[in-house]
């Protein structure tokens, strides 16, 4: 790490008395845990925070400290402005496609298009909030048991549960540094990873039963009558890319997810080898060789075959 870097960024933290953090739209655990984890240690150390997701607090991460803090619209009058868990300033929502650019851009997907003034972008590392696990110290910050359930929280859903084929021992000693603070991690993965809503389960049930395979790939598909009949009151897929994602015998799992204007696409990477940040990348989307999504504008009969030839031919499947 660039300690130069790390002083800057120590620095701008300090300095400022307003800090707007965001991260982007249809947040996961490791965008809402680093968003709050930040968040509450700069609040800690008597600073002004404004924590905004686009599309609001899911239900399932209510639970968290400093959750009830979350708006959907920042105020006016921050003179610090962060981004956590982004890839690229698009994905942070349409009411910041006016404002100025972060001042420092956290985040560790390879496909970081490092938009801010410092970027502090770490491919190796298993979560965004494994990157703020290691540097809040460095910058002054406490590490108090509110902010180290929501970095766990992070940690843990975007390994999966120490799951994913990029956990690494730090990542391990990372998860029990912070629970010496007293967090209950298993109480944590549970809520993150293991419970679901009925309305989630029933959603469940309508992509389990689009399953379809070609080529190598496995999807599914969520249609917005799905989400309407399930009561799914998310935009998401409720995480049932992890179920497809372990399903045997295929190079790659995916979820096609209409929304009304657009389709989110999941994309996971079942076998080594395979990098389908770059299939991302060709539909302005990003993420990481093994996990990766994109929002493309359009219906969905007409992006789903398109999607699936550009899988196809650019993992040679």
């Known amino acids: 790490m660039n300690s130069d870097l790390d002083t800057a960024i120590e620095t701008a933290l300090h300095a400022a008395q307003n800090t707007l953090i965001v991260s982007h739209v249809r947040p996961d655990g490791d965008a809402i845990g680093s968003m709050l984890g930040l968040g509450l240690a700069l609040q800690a150390a008597g600073k002004t925070v404004q924590m905004v997701l ?20 920042p105020q006016a009058g921050f003179d610090l402005f962060v981004t956590v868990d982004c890839a690229d300033f698009r994905r942070v929502g349409k009411q910041f496609e006016t404002m100025r650019k972060p001042d420092i851009n956290i985040d560790h997907h390879i496909t970081n298009e490092r938009f801010g003034d410092l970027n502090l972008i770490e491919p190796e590392a298993v979560a965004t909030a494994a990157i703020l696990t290691d540097h809040l110290p460095k ?18 859903t975007d390994t999966l549960g120490f799951r994913t084929s990029n956990t690494t021992p730090a990542a391990l000693r990372q998860a029990a540094l912070l629970m010496e603070t007293g967090i209950d991690l298993p109480e944590l993965y549970n809520r993150s990873l293991v419970r679901r809503t009925y309305a989630a389960a029933k959603y469940w049930g309508a992509g389990l039963s689009s399953l379809t395979t070609l080529d190598g790939i496995v999807y599914g ?19 049932l890319i992890n179920i497809i994602s372990a399903i045997e015998d295929h190079a790659v799992g995916m979820i096609f997810v209409e929304q009304r204007d657009s389709v989110k696409i999941s994309w996971r990477a079942l076998q080594p080898g395979l990098d389908v940040s770059k299939v991302a990348q060709s539909f302005n989307g990003g993420g990481h060789q093994a996990a990766a999504g994109a929002d493309i504008p359009g219906k969905l009969e007409e992006i789903q075959p398109r999607v699936l030839a550009a899988t196809r031919e650019m993992l040679k499947l």
């Open 54 to 73: 686009s599309d609001g607090l899911p239900a399932s991460f209510r639970h968290l400290p400093g959750s009830g803090q979350v708006k959907k619209e």
């Open 139 to 156: 910058w002054g910050l406490e590490i108090s048991r509110d902010v180290a359930a929501n970095l766990a929280t992070g940690i843990v």
């Open 221 to 239: 598909t969520l249609r917005l009558t799905d989400r309407k009949n399930a009561g799914y009151g998310g935009n998401d897929d409720a995480d």
